[in-house]
């Protein structure tokens, strides 16, 4: 079954550091290219990172220099270090297969991605 499972998220103090996980089950990982989405109560979803299967990362400006997106493949996962956490980095957190992760467009047409992780909670607070 090909699926991805996110984890990781949970609560911190603004500062503070948590590192999500994207495990992708089922796939040929070195062909993947992994995204990370974030939805906070009331908003739209938002990029926030991707890595390419070669390695090449984009980040959203709002993470820049704070949020590093790191691939282990032997382990079929993507993580997401998330350090200096701010409040409105408050969201449910998803991970998902995009076509590519090429250039700063990465993740325009997310809504035509086949597949996405289940999502996990991050919350900051002040």
């Known amino acids: 079954e090909v699926q991805l499972q996110a984890s990781g998220g949970g609560s911190v103090q603004a500062g503070g550091s948590l590192r999500l996980s994207c495990k992708a089950n089922g796939f040929t990982f070195d062909d993947l290219n992994i995204g990370w989405f974030r939805q906070a109560p009331g908003k739209e979803r938002e990029e926030v990172s991707c890595i390419s299967r070669r390695g090449k990362a984009y980040y959203a400006d709002s993470v820049k220099g704070r949020f590093t997106i790191s691939s282990d493949n032997p382990q079929n996962t993507v993580y997401l270090q998330m350090n200096n956490l701010k409040p409105e980095d408050t969201a449910v957190y998803y991970c998902?297969?995009?076509?590519?992760?090429?250039?700063?467009?990465?993740?325009?047409?997310?809504?035509?991605?086949?597949?996405w992780g289940q999502g996990t909670q991050v919350t900051v607070s002040s």
């Open positions: 998902a297969i995009p076509p590519g992760c090429e250039d700063k467009t990465w993740y325009l047409e997310s809504d035509e991605y086949n597949y």
